[in-house]
């Protein structure tokens, strides 16, 4: 199809789509615009693409409307078990690695399926995990799977897919993981479903990496074949903004096209036979040891690439022989605490900035830990509580996690951040009358703020962002008659 829009209509919503998106429609893709928005008009209420256009171009969006406009120009293509290398390469040695490291200690693990569509991949691991961790019960398990298409999104959380999903899947999948219903449709067992939060995030937009959207800490992120389809500039804030959202020695996997060191800058490139994988080595205090029993292989397999990384090609001249992601052996939590700021005694805060930092890292009990010292030291303070409570809830502490916030409340009122975690914490447990009634309290609370306000201890959420969080998660909410007591 020929664009019948004017150039500089085209240009002009190039641009604006760039804005609100991150996604990049150059003039060799003025058509796909064209017909993206020939197909949004009217969900829009107009009868002719180039009227919404102009009213596109006229007006701010909200995020319903950016809803709208995303599920018309975003590219959904995916399916189970894509691009094995990568997934092999996860499976066969990042996760057994992180396995082992975390066993003895803090029994958790934090990924991040991004720009997930309709979910094959978010499901593709949590079905390895689950086929890797014969105890997963015993474990604390996140995977988090985001997108800003809230169609895909709601077929992900469904689980239901056709036989096309699998067309490069094993067979084992279905006969293992799936009820085939009438229709012929394949059901992921809810079992699997269960490990899978999906949430809607525009990277674009959103605020990440926060403790608020569970973003922070995360071991692995997987964004494939997402960054693609956006303007440079936007592609090199998403990946700045992952690269904060992993622990150090976390890892970000892109798809083979999208492997780019220069957009990439602040990662490590490690090459594997086929793909490059990148990893975020900050400190090089790496969680993730080698086997001891498999040296050799590791010197093949996890090569750096040479001339690439300063501080690591220094490491990796250290008698540890596997030619590779160093101090392993300098990775006990103790050591690792010595690396972050020491706190000046005068400082009444630094207890509350170390437990952030922990909780950043992912070091959960160490955050705790802080977080005691902070209270005891100034035990009227709710944002104590507040950090106190986001640490415990990632750790699946909810009851606790529950108190400390009530008592954030008692301290503070009018703490709406404190609301909004309850609301969150009561919908993930099935009381939705209480999430109801704290997220209605985030509404009345955020009626005195301008839209553009910050909200305090927010991670930059605007007050704007939060009523509209928060309005889209009250229409979710089962209706009164369905929700429980
Ligand atoms: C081609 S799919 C990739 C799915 C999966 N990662 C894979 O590799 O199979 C790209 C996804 O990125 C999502 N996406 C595009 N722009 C986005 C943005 N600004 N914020 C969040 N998600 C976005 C799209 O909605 C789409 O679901």
């Known amino acids: 199809m020929r664009p019948t829009l004017s150039s500089s209509l085209l240009s002009q919503l190039s641009e604006f789509v760039a804005t609100q998106t991150g996604l990049h429609f150059p003039q060799e893709r003025w058509s796909d615009l064209e017909r993206g928005i020939t197909a949004a008009a009217p969900d829009f209420n107009f009868l002719d693409r180039e009227s919404c256009a102009r009213w596109l171009l006229s007006a701010p969006l909200t995020r319903r409307m950016n809803e709208v406009l995303a599920s018309h120009l975003s590219v959904g293509e995916t399916y189970f078990f894509r691009e094995k290398q990568s997934l092999g390469i996860l499976e066969e040695h990042i996760l057994p690695r992180l396995l082992q490291s975390r066993r003895q200690n803090e029994r958790r693990l934090r990924i991040w399926s991004a720009g997930c569509s309709t979910g094959e991949e978010a499901y593709t691991i949590a079905i390895m995990l689950d086929r890797l961790i014969p105890d997963l019960k015993d474990w604390n398990v996140t995977i988090l799977a985001t997108d800003f298409n809230p169609k895909f999104l709601r077929k992900a959380a469904q689980g239901m897919y056709g036989e096309w999903s699998f067309r490069y899947a094993p067979v084992w999948l279905r006969e293992r993981y799936c009820n085939k219903t009438r229709d012929g449709s394949f059901e992921i067992h809810p079992r699997i479903r269960k490990m899978v939060t999906f949430s809607y995030l525009n990277f674009a937009d959103d605020v990440y990496p926060s403790l608020l959207n569970n973003t922070s800490a995360m071991d692995v992120i997987f964004c494939r074949n997402v960054l693609m389809y956006f303007t440079a500039h936007r592609a090199k804030q998403v990946t700045g903004n992952f690269h904060r959202a992993l622990i150090d020695g976390g890892w970000l996997i892109v798809s083979p096209a999208e492997a780019s060191n220069s957009l990439l800058s602040s990662f490590t490139p490690v090459e594997f036979p086929g793909t490059v994988l990148y990893r975020k080595m900050d400190n090089a205090a790496l969680s993730v040891p080698p086997k001891s029993d498999s040296k050799q292989e590791e010197s093949i397999l996890w090569q750096r690439p040479p001339g690439r990384d300063k501080a690591c090609r220094g490491q990796e001249a250290a008698p540890t022989g596997a030619g590779l992601e160093v ?159």
């Not at 690396?339 to 630094?350: H, S, V, Y």
């Not at 955050?367 to 104590?384: F, M, S, V």
């Not at 959420?461 to 007591?485: D, F, M, N």
Request: aromatic share 6%; with cysteine; glycine share 4%.
């Open 327 to 485: 101090s392993q052996t300098n990775t006990s939590p103790a050591t690792q605490a010595d690396q972050l700021p020491a706190p000046q005694p005068d400082e009444r805060e630094a207890p509350s900035r170390m437990a952030r930092s922990c909780a950043n890292q992912g070091r959960l009990s160490e955050a705790l830990e802080w977080c005691e010292k902070a209270i005891a030291a100034d035990k009227l303070n709710p944002l104590h509580h507040y950090l106190s409570a986001t640490i415990l809830q990632e750790q699946g502490q909810y009851d606790i996690a529950i108190q400390s916030l009530i008592r954030a409340l008692y301290l503070e009122p009018m703490f709406v951040l404190a609301h909004f975690a309850l609301g969150n914490l009561h919908q993930s447990q099935g009381r939705y009358r209480e999430a109801q009634r704290y997220f209605g309290n985030v509404l009345l609370l955020m009626r005195k703020h301008p839209q553009d306000e910050i909200l305090p201890e927010a991670d930059g959420l605007t007050a704007g962002r939060l009523t509209e969080i928060v309005t889209s998660l009250l229409a979710s909410l089962p209706q009164p008659a369905t929700a429980s007591a």
